[in-house]
Structure formats: C-alpha cells, structure tokens
C-alpha cells in the first residue's frame, strides 16, 4: 500500500466536534491561501468574513491541533529539537537546471468528514514531479522516511534534499539515508516557508483542486484521492512554469539527455545505499 504510513492501518477517528472540524477546514483553506496567517490574523478573518465568534485562545488551539503555527509564517506541523543538528539553507542563489539536482519534502494537514490526517511529498524541484508520498495520522518521523526511502529507490539520489527545521526531518533516522548517499542537506531558514516555495504551491493545488471538493470521509478514499491526482499531476497537467509541459515530460526528459550525454545508465538500485532490514516498504 504505497502512500500509506504504518500507522493508518490502526487508524482511529479522532473524536472532535463538528463545529470544530468546520472551522478547521475554514483554516486550512485559507492557510493554505495564505501561508503568513497566524492566529490573530486567522480569527480576525474568521469572525469578520465568516461571522463565527471565535475568539484568539480556541483558534491557536485548533490551529495546533492541525499542525499549523499560530504565531510565525511556518507551518508547524514539524517541529524543531533543541539536540538535533540543523543545517544550512544551500539554495539562495542556487541555479537549479536539471532533475535530481535538488529534492524537496514537507507536511500539510489533510481534512477528513469527521478527522484529519497529514500528508508528505518529495519533489524533484527542477521538474515539479512528485517523487513519493505518504500519509499518516500522527506526526513522527516513520512516515517522512518511508516516503524518502521510496524516492531513493525509484530515482536515485539527488545532490541536494531540501527540508524545513522540523523534529521529522532533523531526526537521525531522517538524516541517515541522505548522509549514508553522500546528499548534500539544505534546511530552511527558520519561519521562512518560502524557502519551500514550490512544495507549498503543490500543496495548494492539491488542495484546491483534489481535497477540497471531494471532503474524504476516510483514510482510504484519502490515499485513493490523492494517488489519483498525483498521477494526474505528474503525467497530465500542464504547468504554465514549465511552457505547458508536464512534469513527467520535463523529469524523463532531461534524464535522457544527461545520460545521452554522459553515455551512463542510470540505475537507482547502484546509486543508494540502504539498510533493507530496517527500511522495509509496504507494498500490497
């Protein structure tokens, strides 16, 4: 069952009110639309465009609830620890022309009728496409090291993994795989999502155009929702930032051409190196 974490086989509904999950899905709309709305600002909206008396206390404790950071421009649905090691960000200024050069990952929040789950994704930058993915309905690292296992598996390593400061991406399990491959790793500035601009655009068309009109009612329409539209993404959309072309057709495209240039096959299975005994995907 690629695209599913461990833990959704267990998955549980959380127990939380209709009102709250209405408003929920209020934020995570506009959040997703705006990504500097902190609190304050959120339950200012909430009360003068959508007439909820919502008061700033209730709205940071939903907006935690989801993941998101109430006070700073960052999602929060990664938090940073104070003994992991942070890295520094390596792509300002940085021309990005060909795929695999720099990957990408971060987590967004994903309603449910009645829950929430949240999601991760690896891009390829250079090409947009949509490498790997995972959802989970907890917030440790397990599901964020499947996905990045998944992508070296399937396409190599890239020279540079980009991600922000959370506890997810920081931890040593996270951080191994990229180390054991000889990955450079980039990390955000603190509180800076635009130094992850292009995963939150993919997160705002996914949302926009997948989950918000189809409102799952479960895990497993989730994962069928999303697998669906990532399929579409890659191989069917066009991008207006890549002259209407697909990412499929922009990431296979130019693999050809740089190993029609350097006369090398590239064989993912000779370029990573991974303990199977402990990175085990599921597939089923």
């Not at 909206?45 to 008396?53: A, F, I, M, P, S």
Request: glycine share 4%; net charge positive; charged share 30%.
């Amino acid at each position: 069952m690629l695209g599913i974490s461990r833990s959704t086989l267990y998955y549980k509904k959380v127990e939380i009110k209709d009102n709250d999950l209405e408003i929920m899905k209020l934020i995570d709309m506009q959040y997703t639309k705006y990504p500097f709305y902190g609190s304050r600002r959120m339950m200012k909206w909430l009360r003068k465009e959508k007439g909820h008396k919502v008061n700033r206390k209730y709205i940071r404790r939903l907006m935690r609830l989801m993941g998101l950071e109430g006070l700073a421009p960052k999602p929060n649905t990664s938090k940073p620890r104070k003994e992991h090691k942070k890295y520094p960000y390596l792509l300002k200024g940085l021309k990005i022309d060909r795929p695999n050069q720099v990957w990408s990952t971060d987590i967004t929040y994903i309603p449910l009728s009645r829950g929430f789950m949240y999601l991760t994704a690896i891009i390829d930058w250079y090409s947009r496409y949509v490498l790997s993915w995972r959802i989970s309905n907890t917030l440790d690292s397990d599901f964020c090291v499947d996905a990045l296992n998944d992508a070296l598996r399937l396409y190599g390593r890239p020279e540079i993994f980009n991600t922000d400061q959370g506890s997810q991406f920081t931890s040593d399990d996270f951080i191994k795989p990229l180390k054991d491959n000889d990955i450079q790793i980039s990390m955000d500035g603190k509180g800076r999502w635009v130094d992850n601009v292009f995963v939150e655009r993919l997160w705002r068309s996914l949302k926009w155009e997948e989950v918000y009109p189809k409102c799952y009612d479960t895990v497993f329409e989730a994962k069928a929702g999303i697998a669906a539209y990532f399929n579409f993404y890659n191989d069917e959309r066009l991008h207006q930032a890549l002259d209407y072309k697909t990412p499929n057709e922009i990431y296979q495209n130019s693999l050809i051409s740089i190993s029609t240039i350097t006369k090398d096959v590239l064989d993912p299975t000779k370029l990573i190196k991974l303990d199977l005994k402990k990175d085990q995907v599921m597939i089923g």
